[in-house]
């Protein structure tokens, strides 16, 4: 055989390896739930206030305990070990030598080369004092959820997905949509998502220096020994993520003074150097383009680099509804998905010619709305080309989903929504206000106020001047846009809002419009890429001046749910006429910016952002597409 043959077969033989080693702690983690009713804490901190203050003075740790790895050796035939551990002292103390410096198999995947004895996690304090920790390829999945603000979020960023955080005794809790947290523990029956088709161990990576403390197997703390906040939120997303950010982790800057940062990202393990402590990291491994994994139910699975993000964030959330198939987990590399991620330094001089080449709808007035039988107006945007999306370098918000720039042509006129749809429409079709800021809803406190809420007890006029003067009297927020609204629930109403007699009768059904129509309408022949400065409150939807295709609150309301599943690499190959979005049903597409409670903010409009259909928000609402048989 040619040696090719043998370093594939020998990788062959250490992926084997490495998922038999899940396996045996998928059968741990299950004898942990039949012995204690749930699986075991990604780790337990019992006290906030104490903290290892590192060398590098921007950096700390919250002292750790135990962690999930150590509270399975039982289960793992480490009795011996696990009995020499002692659980009321740190980690760090020296009592606990013997467990963080133990070499287990059952923690080595053998294609690491940097698992070796000689390169052990070196954890060197303020006091010089160093602590050693022998390395571990394996972590807990502690979620895929964003990690930087907690739920709601605010009006230019929506978090439907967030990480969690109470402060309990001394102690703080944090958990996220993953099977273990901080001081957290769940069950099976927290488990939403099946067994089968939720992930609870993910391959780590060791270190690629002592400074490194990526994969060190009883470290509880996030890339030691847990990964977490790497699904479509965030910039360490899915396994073995190249982006420059990536793993925000103790001993980053340290490992890039050593190494040089080339260096580091040559080796794919990209970190951010000037985040101080732990928050996040993404799954890693040396296996060619991809990364094992251990669902709950013991099963073992290669996940493919390329994996459709969507997918990789739902099988690392316990909170998913949707049916999920893992036919996607090891597909093929995408050679226009790698060209994508390989983009983000492209100049934005190609922008110009984009623009040039497109033929843009002249500027003329806008069309006279319509209104339906419940009263809600529509206004026909007429067909042409744009260009969609953000230039790959110099844009405000580094996110691939937004790039690259392309051109779309929008081949028919539609007719689209004047307004997102109101609390006052959703409750005639609905029967329901799910709104949270409204009269009843869990927001109304917020609605009372001389500052934010300057409208109330005022008359507001609405943009058609044909129309009568809507007055708004108290709390009354009929003529808010609807939020708190589900994927699901935007495209029930339009189900039940086609199905109502009137309608029927004139042959109108309605729809979500696709992203491309949102950005579209959203733009009205503007090339700006997202500049745009407003000022605004909050405020009843007639309040929003139309923009050159009579179009109101695109980028100062709430933001939209689209029709699009979503998918970060979708711009790069999406069809230039009339393009319907990725195919997923995992996670949809949500565009908007800042609209409540602010003033002097960014219009960031050109950011798609991927939601779960089944979360809402506060933030988040839609507006629709009438179709006619002649728009």
């Known amino acids: ?141 502690a979620g895929s959820n964003f990690v930087y603000r907690p739920e709601p979020g605010t009006p230019d960023r929506p978090v439907v997905d967030a990480l969690h955080s109470v402060t309990e005794g001394a102690r703080t809790i944090k958990w996220g949509n993953g099977i273990a947290g901080i001081n957290k523990s769940f069950s099976k029956k927290d488990i939403v998502n099946g067994l089968a088709t939720t992930v609870a161990i993910d391959e780590l990576r060791a270190g690629l220096a002592s400074v490194d403390s990526r994969g060190t197997w009883a470290l509880g703390q996030y890339g030691c020994s847990i990964v977490h906040g790497h699904g479509v939120h965030s910039d360490a997303t899915g396994p073995n993520s190249r982006r420059l950010g990536s793993d925000d982790i103790i001993g980053c800057a340290d490992v890039v003074e050593l190494l040089g940062y080339p260096e580091v990202i040559r080796n794919g393990m990209a970190c951010h150097r000037w985040v101080p402590g732990a928050r996040k990291a993404s799954p890693r491994s040396m296996h060619p383009a991809g990364v094992n994994v251990l669902m709950l139910d013991g099963s073992a699975h290669f996940v493919s680099d390329f994996v459709d993000l969507s997918l990789w964030h739902v099988i690392h959330s316990r909170e998913t509804v949707e049916e999920i198939s893992l036919d996607g987990l090891a ?210 939807v007639y309040r929003d001046k139309p923009n050159a295709f009579g179009v109101c609150g695109m980028c100062s309301s709430v933001w939209g749910w689209c029709s699009d599943g979503y998918s970060r690499y979708y711009y790069a190959r999406s069809p230039r006429e009339d393009p319907q979005g990725f195919s997923s049903t995992y996670i949809r597409v949500a565009r908007g910016s800042e609209w409540i409670f602010t003033r002097d903010v960014h219009c960031q409009s050109m950011n798609p952002w991927g939601f779960p259909p089944h979360e809402k928000s506060r933030f988040v609402g839609f507006r629709v597409v009438c179709e006619t048989a002649t728009p």
């Open 1 to 141: 055989m040619v040696p090719s043959v043998f370093v594939r077969i020998r990788e062959q033989a250490r992926c084997r390896q490495c998922q038999d080693n899940l396996r045996r702690m998928g059968t741990a983690l299950e004898a942990h739930h039949q012995a204690h009713n749930q699986y075991p804490p990604a780790a337990v901190q019992p006290n906030r206030g104490a903290v290892w203050k590192m060398k590098n003075p921007r950096e700390s740790m919250v002292v750790s305990h135990t962690n999930w790895a150590i509270s399975i050796l039982p289960f793992m035939g480490e009795e011996e070990l696990a009995n020499v551990f002692d659980p009321q002292r740190p980690i760090s103390d020296p009592a606990n030598a013997t467990v963080r410096m133990a070499e287990l198999p059952w923690m080595t995947c053998s294609s690491d080369t940097y698992h070796r004895a000689d390169n052990p996690y070196r954890c060197v304090l303020s006091s010089e004092e160093e602590i050693t920790y022998a390395r571990g390829n394996y972590g807990i999945n």
């Open 331 to 540: 597909v093929e590399v995408d050679l226009e998905a790698a060209a994508a991620a390989n983009n983000a330094g492209r100049d934005v001089g190609y922008l110009k010619p984009l623009i040039d080449s497109c033929a843009t709808p002249k500027p003329r007035p806008p069309s006279r709305p319509f209104a339906n039988s419940i009263g809600m107006k529509f206004v026909k945007i007429p067909a042409g080309e744009f260009v969609m999306g953000l230039p790959d370098k110099g844009k405000r918000v580094a996110f691939l989903e937004a790039t690259p720039a392309h051109v779309v042509r929008i081949t028919k006129p539609f007719l689209l929504g004047v307004y997102s749809v109101t609390q006052e429409e959703y409750q005639t079709v609905m029967d329901r206000n799910p709104s949270w800021f409204s009269s009843t809803g869990d927001g109304r406190d917020e609605l009372q106020g001389d500052d934010t809420h300057e409208f109330l007890d005022q008359q507001e006029r609405v943009n058609d001047k044909d129309d009568k003067t809507v007055r708004v009297r108290g709390n009354d927020t009929r003529s808010f846009p609807v939020e708190n609204v589900s994927w699901y629930d935007a495209v029930e109403f339009c189900r039940q809002l086609s199905e109502l007699p009137a309608e029927k009768k004139t042959g109108r059904r309605y729809r979500l419009p696709t992203e491309a129509e949102w950005e579209y309408a959203c733009r009205a022949g503007s090339t700006a890429q997202g500049d745009g400065w407003i000022n605004h409150l909050s405020k009843p």
